[in-house]
């Protein structure tokens, strides 16, 4: 039943602006200069986006290849030569300019190396702060008031917008103190206040934002009858009294002190660092946390903080030497929408899935994306064919924030929803915006409880799909957890199923209860894994405790596991949470005998005298204490220290010294004085042969045989 999505290869190219070529005849050069100028008109008027940021980056990249390597093409209105385009009417105190970009920790150690040459010493130190994905305004408070705010325009000159954004959070009307003052900083939208936005536009008949970036500029210059709220950052200043001015820091401090929200207040704080090695660290702590700060960043800005080493490092024409952005994987891009697939959850929520053409979203390869609700989805106008925004934040899964609709394939059809549940054909509760399968968790039930019940999951012997109906006609079973509270007059009471069969059905589902991890795992059916998946999944974490404690950096550390799969898996273990705790609680074992954690909660479970008494766990006493065992010489298949954790997966205490309190030893080729020790004391000796198959029967759950190759050396464990 995992719907596991099939390895997709193919990959839509991103080029690695590092290694961009140029272009082979001036031509292209000169197309590729039109339509990214084209695409730059479009991104500072706040149109839809022409290009998404990745492709962007990689014409740039391009058009500087060129240039590079052809500088007789050089075009007048190259995108390297000027900045923005020319509009509006407000002239900038000083020019707005763009900075320099750098795509990973060699560029961003390149461009401090340059820097500390043209200082001709280190840079004092350095600022990482928030590159902030929005739109770049000037703000002049005028003795304390709010006098203008400009756009960035084409740098020289912006467009007045004072009347819009005026509301804009983080500005106040106000200064506490008469100073006047020009600021700098970033218009941009959270992404709660995204999600509110795209529902107010769809409330006016209008299509939603195709990305907070673009939700904020064309907030910013609608004249509209509603608002949407929009929010400042500060990151820089003019006019700044001369004691807040020696550092970038220390005026980003000050301004915060005026009530202005600066990059400092932000969820990803400006930090300062004293060398390119703190900055490489800052840099990737706040990529890993990406995700979470609540609002889009599309990099990291790095500064030299001390005003003295910024004057003196200075600009080159198009931006300054003493700053770089370190820019990350592009989180919006478009692609192509193939199909939209319909899911019934557990509990029997139906939703449109959509299925991608791959794209590289954020860092990570991008198949498929949440499509919310239907009415969503017809609202917005979304069809198979489209070409569609996707928008990844962090661990976040991917989600489709609309479709270009100049793109759309002239004979593409509107999407139709399903009309009947998709897994059980019955109908369909369409009461909520969330609509389910009129059977609720019923619809999924008996679907869930055969794969738990198959042989590639807990293979329980005796259970078939009449058995399984009777007991959830009967309502004896609502999941797989209540398998385990059966008892033979239940079942016996079934109709064609008498007191043997009863008996042994309880015996071989008892029997499951000491099924590794990975099969559990794969019991429960979690979207995008599968057999193989999920017994590399048990191995690597080994006990289930540690998976459901897995951070997303964790979970991309199991071979197989991206972003993409990592954020699904996550949020259906969230879902299965409840499920999962149940059948803990009805004594199923939750931990992988190989897995590295296996052995260290072995021993733990072993030192918890409060722990319930292992009946599963062959080496356990009667009263649920750990025997205590000395293996010596070697044990086939398993290296010295495997065989002592071999002991405490059984359950034991593994020793290194004999003595009267040994309860047995195991004897192996090469074994020495111990087991003459073992002999003297008269210990019981079991042969490591044996003790290998007794681990072979404990690990296939086979508690019968464990215990009869045990009993050959302790006869009182017999029972
Ligand atoms: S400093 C001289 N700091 O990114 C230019 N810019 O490509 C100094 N941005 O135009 C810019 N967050 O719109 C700076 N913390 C930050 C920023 C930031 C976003 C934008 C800004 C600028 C563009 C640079």
Known sequence: M????????????IVDPAHAQAHPTRDGYLQAVAQARRAAAAYYAGEQALLDDAEYDALYARIVASEREHPQWRAADSPTAVVGTASGDVEHSSPMLSIGNVFNSEGLRDWAAKLEKTLGRPVTRYTVEPKIDGLAIAVRYTEGRLALIATRGSGHTGEDVTSQARLVAGLPARLPAPVTIEIRGEVYMTDADFAKGCDLRLAHGEPVFANPRSAAAGSLRAQRVYDVPLSFMAYAAYGVPAEHAHSHSATIEHLGTLGIATTAQSSAALTVCADIEEVTAAVAALGARRGDLGFGIDGVVVKADLTADQEQAGYSTRAPRWGIAYKFPADTR????????????????????????????????????????????????????????????????????????????????????????????????????????ARGRACGEKATLLYYTSRDAMDIEGLGEKILDALLAAGHITDAADLYGLDVPTLAALDRLGT????????????????????????????????????????????????????????????????????????????????????????????????????????????????????????????????????????PGLTRNQGNEAVEELGGKSSGSVSPKTDFVVVGEGAGSKATKAADLGLPVLDADKFAQLLTAHRAGDHPTAVAILDTVLPRTAG
């Open 500 to 635: 043997v069969s009863a008996t042994n059905l309880v015996n071989s589902i008892a029997a499951t209860r000491t099924r590794p991890l990975s099969r559990v795992l794969t019991g429960l059916g979690i979207r995008m894994t599968g057999r193989t998946l999920s017994r590399r999944i048990a191995r690597h974490f080994g006990t289930m405790d540690a998976i459901l404690a897995a951070t997303p950096a964790e979970w991309e550390q199991v071979d197989g596991i991206g972003g993409e799969r990592a954020a699904v898996i996550s949020a259906e273990l969230v879902e299965v949470a409840p499920l999962i705790a149940k059948l803990a609680a009805h004594g199923v074992n939750m931990t992988e005998p190989t897995g590295p954690a296996a052995a260290a909660a072995a021993a733990a479970a072993a030192a918890d005298t409060d722990a319930p008494a292992g009946a599963a766990l062959p080496l356990r006493r009667p009263d649920g204490s750990p025997m205590t065992v000395v293996v010596t010489g070697s044990v």
């Open 2 to 13: 995992p719907d596991d999505l099939a390895e997709r290869t193919a990959v839509a190219p």
């Open 334 to 437: 478009t692609t192509k929408l193939l199909r939209i697939d319909v899911q019934v959850g557990r509990t029997g929520v139906i939703t449109p899935v959509a299925v991608l053409e791959p794209v590289q979203v954020g860092g990570v390869v991008v198949t498929s994306a949440t499509l919310h609700n239907f009415a969503d989805l017809q609202r917005r106008d979304v069809r198979p064919g489209d070409t569609v925004h996707i928008r990844r934040a962090g661990d976040v899964i991917p989600e489709i924030t609309g479709a270009v609709h100049d793109a759309r394939p002239a004979d593409s059809a509107a999407y139709t929803p399903p009309d009947q549940c998709p897994r059980c054909a019955g109908d369909i509760d369409r009461s909520n915006q969330r609509w389910r399968c």
